[in-house]
């Protein structure tokens, strides 16, 4: 858990950068398009399209652009052809990584995210090679500084609310995980009693993590993380390396 959500603190700060220059717009359009293709427009019915439509919503993407993703979606427009999947391999140091894609060209994006695993010190694997320690789930982050309840009383209220676990790591943050189903629930309640919520999503985690306390491996799983997760294929990047904070400030600075 801890590897993750300091790659997800890494990412969210890189999704503002991305941001002003529409990257993600593109990314988080393209999820909406399929998920209104694939699910219809109702978002009360269509759970990926609420999720999707409130990542885009978290980062700021204009209303309008949204509405045009939908129409792309339900009208068998320009974008309803791409088709989603899952890449796994690994990372130097052993690190499982999952990629979730959507592409129109499936060859050309194995081979090129072949491309990046190789130049980085990955390999690509086999479909199943390492999904199986990871499950989907829903994770919010907290922001301790943004909130007067201490771990106890934040716990109790997440529990209270279907969570499954609230952690603290020593990087700020108080990670709180939740089964799909309850994911919504607990996300409302949070806000419900005013609890600042700093990021959400669905993402898969890991069973378990293996910790990297080299500066080299480290540096080369966030640089081969970074080139995945910039490719315009790749919608989300997971995998199960936990960092210490210590050494992940070093690297930052």
């Known amino acids: 858990m801890a590897g993750h959500s300091k790659w997800a603190n890494t ?20 999820e ?21 439509i409130q990542k885009a919503k978290q980062n700021n993407m204009p209303g309008d652009n949204i509405q045009r993703a939908i129409q792309k979606g339900v009208g068998g427009q320009e974008g309803s ?32 995210i072949r491309h990046i695993f190789s130049r980085h010190g990955g390999s690509l694997g086999e479909s199943g090679c390492v999904a199986w320690m990871f499950t989907r789930k829903g994770l919010i982050t907290v922001n301790k500084s943004e909130t007067d309840l201490d771990e106890d009383d934040l716990m109790l209220a997440a529990l209270e609310a279907g969570a499954e676990d609230v952690e603290s790591d020593d990087s700020g943050v108080y990670t709180i995980t ?3 189903e ?4 607990v996300k409302n309640h949070m806000q419900e009693l005013g ?10 985690l890991p069973s378990n993590s293996i910790e990297i306390t080299e500066s080299d491996t480290a540096a080369k799983i966030l640089r081969l993380m970074e080139a995945l997760d910039d490719h315009d294929d790749v919608q989300n990047v997971y995998a199960n390396f936990d960092i210490p904070e210590e050494l992940m400030a070093g690297m930052e600075n």
């Open 11 to 30: 990412k969210h700060r890189k999704a503002r950068v991305d941001a002003a220059r529409g990257k993600i717009f593109t990314k988080i359009a393209r």
């Open 32 to 52: 909406i398009t399929v998920a209104a293709r694939e699910g219809g427009e109702d978002i009360d019915t269509n759970f990926t399209l609420r999720l999707a």
């Open 81 to 112: 052809s791409y088709e989603q999947a899952i890449f796994e391999g690994y990372a130097p140091g052993g690190i499982a990584i999952m990629l979730d894609v959507m592409t129109d060209n499936r060859n050309r994006t194995v081979a090129e």
């Open 178 to 180: 939740a089964g799909i």
């Open 182 to 185: 309850e994911f919504e629930t």
């Open 195 to 204: 609890i600042p919520i700093a990021s959400y999503e669905v993402t898969m």
